[in-house]
């Protein structure tokens, strides 16, 4: 007998945008699933980006750039704005993902030891300019005063590129 609907249908409809684990009773009869590790994905999304609340209040470097009042607790840390890109931070983070599901997830950087014009270069045949990578973007502009604005027009000069970035200063 045929399934009512197949697994990708499923999905499809769902709006399903991890890969869940096999969903036996969405099986053809008579196919188990496989033994061993289960594996999955978990992706974050944010579709309008990040909160306002999130962003520091003003930009710059030192004490020009203050944090906002909910990121107020992480005033530690402002001396290297960037924690979440550590080694220290993607291991902490992948064994509390796999705590929480008492699963075997492995996160993968592929890009994670190249520099931003390493990855410029890597990507020179792609349209780069539709890319976003501001801390503090003025509309849907690129400020052009922070530093991942400067790390940015950086990298496209390092590679020798054309930065087709629209930035508002």
């Known amino acids: 007998m045929k399934p009512l609907i197949s697994k990708r249908n499923f999905l499809r409809g769902a709006g399903v945008a991890v ?11 008579g196919v188990a699933a496989q033994p061993g590790v289960r594996k999955r994905f978990m992706p974050i999304y944010l579709p309008s980006g990040a909160p306002e609340v999130w962003r520091p209040q ?6 020009a750039w203050q944090l906002s009042s909910v990121m ?3 005033a530690p840390l402002k001396s290297n704005p960037f924690p979440d890109a550590t080694e ?8 509390a993902l796999n705590l929480a599901t008492d ?10 030891q ?15 300019g539709l890319t976003f990578s501001c801390i503090a973007p003025v509309g849907e502009l690129h400020c052009g005063r922070c530093n991942k604005c400067a ?16 930035y508002a200063v």
């Open 151 to 166: 790390e940015r027009r950086k990298a496209f000069t390092s590679a020798g590129l054309t930065d087709p970035t629209g």
């Open 72 to 74: 107020a607790p992480l």
């Open 58 to 63: 003003t930009v710059g470097q030192g004490a």
């Open 114 to 128: 190249l520099s931003k014009t390493q990855v410029m270069e890597l990507g020179s045949k792609y349209p780069l």
């Open 103 to 112: 699963g075997h997830l492995r996160i993968v950087r592929p890009f994670g």
């Open 88 to 95: 220290d931070f993607f291991g902490a983070y992948e064994t």
């Open 19 to 29: 890969a869940l684990p096999w969903l036996e009773s969405l099986a053809p009869r």
